[in-house]
T-cell receptor
């Protein structure tokens, strides 16, 4: 009955080797988000899609890209992962984009960079 | 610059007692506040929310109180149960301006001891 599904749960990559994390949703929500959460830190928004409109946070490094080929799927691409990119990556969705929208999160992908 | 602060990284309470988790915010534009609960290896799940037009919202064992003048909110869990042991994130957003995205605190780890 999962609604926001992230694959894989754990991902190990090498320094500098591109990696892609995936997210799918069965909620048919308009908005999909990618958050980065490092240990003992607050989840940090990287970017979001409203339908096909992409919105990048001002402080998101260029190393991070995203694709949303259709309503259900969204991908996070890290072009050249550094050691500092090791973190939990959380995908979330919301029906719409506004101040009182609830976010529905996936279980996250824990990324390790060796 | 942390706009949402959870100053207690952890809290430990006895089963059956009250748990009080605190959250402070600095941005006066925030007008919607949410609490999320996160178990290990899972994504955050929505728990309860409150709009700034209210000062209290209750849902079963969970009550959120908002003190706008102090820019402070708290989550009360009574009675606490071992299954409530999790990380609790406070989040805030604004229905207008550029603060519509959710801003999270760092979380508080609640441990409820049997």
């Amino acid at each position: 009955d999962a609604m926001v599904i992230q694959n894989p749960r754990y991902q190990v990559t090498q320094f500098g080797k591109p990696v892609t994390l995936s997210c799918s949703q069965t909620l048919n929500h308009n908005v999909m988000y990618w958050y980065q959460q490092k240990s003992s830190q607050a989840p940090k928004l990287l970017f979001h899609y409203y339908d096909k409109d992409f919105n990048n946070e001002a402080d998101t490094p260029d190393n991070f890209q995203s694709r949303r080929p259709n309503t259900s799927f969204c991908f996070l691409d890290i072009r050249s992962p550094g050691l500092g990119d090791a973190a939990m990556y959380l995908c979330a969705t919301s029906r719409d984009f506004g101040g009182n929208e609830k976010l529905f999160f996936g279980s996250g992908t824990q990324l390790s960079v060796l | 610059d942390q706009q949402v602060k959870q100053n207690s990284p952890s809290l430990s309470v006895q089963e059956g007692r009250i748990s009080i988790l605190n959250c402070d915010y600095t941005n006066s534009m925030f007008d919607y506040f949410l609490w999320y609960k996160k178990y290990p290896a899972e994504g955050p799940t929505f728990l309860i929310s409150i709009s700034s037009i209210k000062d209290k919202n209750e849902d079963g064992r969970f009550t959120v109180f908002l003190n706008k003048s102090a820019k402070h909110l708290s989550l009360h869990i009574v009675p606490s149960q071992p299954g409530d042991s999790a990380v609790y994130f406070c989040a805030a957003s604004s229905s207008g301006g550029s603060n519509y995205k959710l801003t999270f605190g760092k979380g508080t780890l609640l441990t409820v001891n049997p």
